[in-house]
């Protein structure tokens, strides 16, 4: 019922009370007439004036009262619903919203044994945004990084805020192979498009750590393989930050020793 009155909007559905109230007085009238006896030559001098002069001015006074009320509260839920699940700065889902989707997705995922990928991308050296342009113009950045993002990610991928200037992307149905265009991507609109503020330009970069989930690499849990994606990105900020690492098996046990590689500005 609330989506059908908010599908056909107010106007639509005031009319439509309105006609069902003056149908349902004709029919209490009519009965009432045949209750007591009156001769049913005098229902319409009688009965129809008054059931549809009273009804056409009360019925759509107070069922337009009524209806704007119901939709502005259903207004008013979906503002709710849309500060409790999205970042109000950057428009992307907030930390709790992106886990509670991911987390399902996971389950799904390891069921049924599809491949993923999982990206944490992290600004380099963001701190000096704030302290050079102030917080007004570190929430500039992250504002139209966020509009951004969205652009270049498909509906059925999930991007998420993940921490002050953290964002989390998971691609489902993308192996190793998908990846590397799309980080290429992410780190052209981060180092392509700088942000205007009060007449100056803001250029930042970023690190990504990346993790694919498949065959190879199936942790038994969603914070496991954020725990990847996390060390794949200190690694990424240890080779030097604005690259993408992904993660391998052997990174953890490297995090603390050797130095990794690059090759064609890709980290191994």
């Known amino acids: 019922m609330r989506k059908l009155i908010i599908k056909l909007g107010r106007f639509w559905v005031v009319l439509g009370i309105t006609l069902v109230s003056i149908l349902l007085s004709l029919t209490a009238a009519w009965v009432m007439m045949e209750v ?5 030559q005098d229902f319409l001098p009688r009965a129809l004036p008054i059931a549809v002069i009273v009804l056409a001015l009360v019925v759509p006074l107070v069922s337009w009262y009524l209806v704007g009320l119901f939709i502005r509260v259903h207004s008013l839920e979906a503002e709710m619903r849309q500060l409790a699940s999205f ?10 919203s992106f886990l509670d989707l991911a987390s399902s997705y996971f389950e799904v995922a390891r069921r049924n044994q599809q491949v993923f990928s999982l990206l944490l991308l ?61 980080t290429e ?18 250029h930042v970069t970023a690190s990504i750590g990346i993790t694919v989930f498949d065959q190879e690499n199936c942790p038994e849990s969603l914070n496991l393989l954020i725990k990847q994606a996390d060390d794949a990105l200190y690694r990424a900020k240890r080779e030097g930050r604005n690259c993408s690492c992904r993660y391998s098996p052997t990174l953890a046990q490297m995090r603390w020793s050797d130095e990794p590689k690059r090759v064609n500005g890709e980290t191994l």
């Open 36 to 40: 007591t006896g009156v001769p049913q």
């Open 87 to 96: 970042d109000e700065l950057t428009g992307v889902r907030n930390r709790r």
């Open 122 to 182: 992290d600004l380099d050296h963001f701190k000096f945004v704030n302290d050079n342009h102030g917080h007004l113009g570190g929430d500039a950045v992250l504002r139209q990084l966020g509009r951004q993002f969205l652009d270049i990610t498909r509906k059925s991928d999930m991007l998420g805020r993940f921490g002050g200037e953290e964002f989390i992307f998971l691609l489902p149905e993308t192996g190793a192979d998908e990846l590397s265009h799309f």
């Open 185 to 202: 991507r992410l780190h052209g609109v981060i180092r392509d498009d700088p942000i205007d503020w009060e007449e100056q330009q803001i």
